[in-house]
């Protein structure tokens, strides 16, 4: 079975940075494009940024505004997401989340785009 595995979620004070990776097992990583998702308490899930199978297709969330940036390394299986200029509406539970031949077109940032989801890791931004 496919597994998502996120690491790299800390606490961190306004203004800092943090990278976020995503290691896949279980499916065949360069036919899939990827997401960074994050969910606060109470609210619906919002996408952070995309990128496809092909990494030219990167999309990006509205609040991100150049601050993160995410890549994939096939070699390894995994997806990051570098993150910089972290504010407290930052804070959160960042997951990502995988779709077959995808290349971060049409309802790139809807859920449902999603088959293959990893559990999440939390970052928390402090004043």
């Known amino acids: 079975d496919a597994r998502l595995q996120e690491s790299g979620g800390m606490r961190v004070e306004a203004g800092g940075s943090v990278k976020l990776a995503c290691r896949t097992s279980?499916?065949?990583?360069?036919?899939?494009?990827l997401s960074w998702f994050r969910q606060v308490q109470g609210e619906e899930r919002e996408v952070v940024a995309c990128?496809?199978?092909?990494?030219?297709?990167?999309e990006d969330g509205d609040f991100v505004w150049g601050r993160f940036t995410i890549s994939r390394d096939d070699a390894h299986d995994t997806v990051y997401l570098q993150m910089s200029n972290l504010t407290l509406e930052d804070t959160g539970m960042y997951s990502c989340?995988?779709?077959?031949?995808?290349?971060?077109?049409?309802?790139?940032?809807?859920?449902?785009?999603?088959?293959?989801w990893g559990q999440g890791t939390q970052v928390t931004v402090s004043p």
């Open positions: 989340a995988a779709a077959a031949n995808f290349y971060c077109t049409g309802y790139w940032a809807a859920t449902s785009s999603y088959t293959k």
């Open positions: 279980g499916l065949t990583f360069g036919h899939y494009g």
């Open positions: 990128v496809g199978v092909n990494p030219r297709f990167i």
